[in-house]
């Protein structure tokens, strides 16, 4: 089969926008965008557990919608009208949250029994940066991203035509991570992300992003999650917008950024709007901002209070001082679900 005729015949998935729209240009008819990023918020088994809990999530969220301008989801995967038209043809760059919606994608295409011969799986490898390339983007230490869209016509249509399915044997594995990812004990996933599996080269780095989220227990107590400290070290008994943390001038702000690669840079809004509702007395305070609703990480204004500056120096007494957050199968700083991160980076309940 030609290119142009895969093209057409072929069901394509992208993990992102760009993607999805360079594969029309190119003459795909059939492409399902699947652009959800699952570092952050819950995660499920059941595909129509999952697609609801994604739901209720984005909705509670005030600034991170699940929708595109157009009103279209950004995440089509398990949608109804969807043509699950044989060959399936998965195109995947170096980012990790499309390394474990390549995961996901493996699982549901078994759950509409798919053989996985005839789905086809193109990886790619990070575009080499240019000399130009900023020193920030040098250091990332996290591959969050890059997207298929980054290479030219010729690659992509060249490796279109070389596109093969995995061994069943892989497939398996990709399954089976999916369904470590999303299950409420994180124990033997983590172990599999730190120990390694084979051909999954994106599990160190994925688990080193992922515990970023959840509370530490250091031989002085329970301290923020690394995320979480590097906003209180930001914030300040000054008020400042979502946006103003986000350029600060620091090494800190680096970090911040770091991980925001990863997570969206809606996600800093998201969490600090969960700290300002945490608690009656709460460890940060919101306030309306320069800009009027609507305009993301200007519309409000935040500060951090004694007790926020409590939390951010001495630790804190309890997993629930902090608002939960859910991470994959689980949740980060809940009383049902009390993991915390040890100094060798493996998880323990507390």
Same mark, same amino acid.
């Given at each position: 089969?030609? *290119? +142009?005729? $895969?093209?057409?015949?072929?069901?394509?998935?992208?993990?992102? &926008?760009?993607?999805?729209?360079?594969?029309?240009?190119?003459?795909?008819?059939?492409?399902?965008?699947?652009?959800?990023?699952?570092?952050?918020?819950?995660?499920?088994?059941?595909?129509?557990?999952?697609?609801?809990?994604?739901?209720?999530?984005?909705?509670?969220?005030?600034?991170?919608?699940?929708?595109?301008?157009?009103?279209?989801?950004?995440? #089509?995967?398990?949608?109804?009208?969807?043509?699950?038209?044989?060959?399936?043809? @998965?195109?995947?760059?170096?980012? %990790?949250?499309?390394?474990?919606?390549?995961? #996901?994608?493996?699982?549901? =295409?078994?759950?509409? /029994?798919?053989?996985?011969?005839?789905?086809?799986?193109i990886d790619f490898e990070p575009v080499p940066l240019s /000399? +130009?390339?900023?020193? *920030?983007?040098?250091?990332?230490?996290?591959?969050?991203? *890059?997207?298929?869209?980054?290479?030219?016509?010729?690659?992509? %249509?060249? #490796?279109?035509?070389?596109?093969?399915?995995?061994?069943?044997?892989?497939?398996? /594995?990709?399954?089976? =991570?999916?369904?470590?990812?999303?299950?409420?004990?994180? %124990?033997?996933?983590?172990?599999?992300?730190?120990?390694?599996?084979?051909?999954?080269?994106?599990?160190a780095p994925l688990w080193a992003l992922l515990s970023c989220?959840?509370?530490?227990? &250091?031989?002085?107590? $329970?301290?923020?999650?690394?995320?979480?400290?590097?906003?209180?070290? %930001?914030?300040?008994?000054?008020?400042? &917008?979502?946006?103003?943390?986000?350029?600060?001038e620091s090494e800190t702000r680096i970090h911040l950024w770091? $991980? =925001?690669?990863?997570?969206?840079?809606?996600?800093?809004?998201?969490?600090?709007?969960?700290?300002?509702?945490?608690? @009656?007395? +709460?460890?940060?305070?919101?306030?309306?901002?320069?800009?009027?609703?609507?305009?993301?990480?200007?519309?409000?204004?935040?500060?951090?209070? *004694? /007790?926020?500056?409590?939390?951010?120096?001495?630790?804190?007494?309890?997993?629930?001082?902090?608002?939960?957050?859910?991470?994959?199968?689980?949740?980060?700083?809940?009383?049902?679900?009390?993991?915390?991160?040890?100094?060798?980076? #493996? $998880?323990?309940?507390?």
């Amino acid at each position: 089969m030609t *290119e +142009a005729s $895969l093209l057409r015949a072929a069901t394509h998935v992208a993990f992102d &926008t760009p993607t999805t729209e360079r594969l029309v240009q190119l003459g795909a008819t059939n492409v399902v965008r699947a652009s959800d990023c699952l570092i952050v918020g819950p995660s499920r088994r059941d595909p129509r557990e999952h697609t609801r809990t994604r739901a209720v999530w984005f909705s509670s969220s005030e600034e991170h919608p699940d929708t595109d301008e157009s009103g279209e989801k950004w995440d #089509r995967l398990c949608s109804p009208d969807v043509r699950w038209e044989p060959p399936v043809i @998965l195109w995947v760059s170096a980012s %990790l949250h499309e390394r474990v919606n390549r995961w #996901r994608t493996c699982s549901w =295409l078994r759950h509409c /029994r798919i053989a996985h011969h005839k789905v086809l799986i193109i990886d790619f490898e990070p575009v080499p940066l240019s /000399r +130009a390339a900023s020193q *920030e983007v040098l250091t990332r230490p996290f591959a969050c991203s *890059e997207s298929v869209s980054d290479h030219s016509d010729e690659i992509l %249509l060249d #490796r279109l035509d070389k596109a093969q399915s995995w061994s069943a044997e892989r497939y398996d /594995r990709a399954v089976r =991570l999916w369904d470590g990812y999303v299950d409420e004990n994180p %124990l033997s996933f983590v172990e599999s992300c730190i120990t390694g599996v084979e051909g999954f080269a994106e599990l160190a780095p994925l688990w080193a992003l992922l515990s970023c989220f959840f509370t530490r227990k &250091t031989a002085g107590g $329970l301290r923020l999650s690394r995320f979480d400290e590097i906003v209180f070290a %930001l914030l300040s008994s000054e008020w400042q &917008t979502a946006l103003a943390l986000a350029v600060h001038e620091s090494e800190t702000r680096i970090h911040l950024w770091h $991980l =925001l690669s990863c997570t969206g840079d809606m996600f800093l809004e998201d969490r600090l709007n969960q700290w300002a509702k945490h608690d @009656l007395s +709460a460890a940060v305070e919101r306030a309306p901002g320069p800009k009027p609703p609507g305009h993301p990480m200007l519309s409000k204004v935040y500060r951090l209070t *004694e /007790r926020g500056m409590r939390l951010r120096d001495k630790g804190l007494d309890q997993l629930t001082d902090a608002p939960s957050l859910p991470v994959a199968g689980t949740e980060a700083y809940s009383a049902s679900s009390p993991w915390v991160l040890l100094e060798d980076g #493996r $998880l323990a309940r507390l």
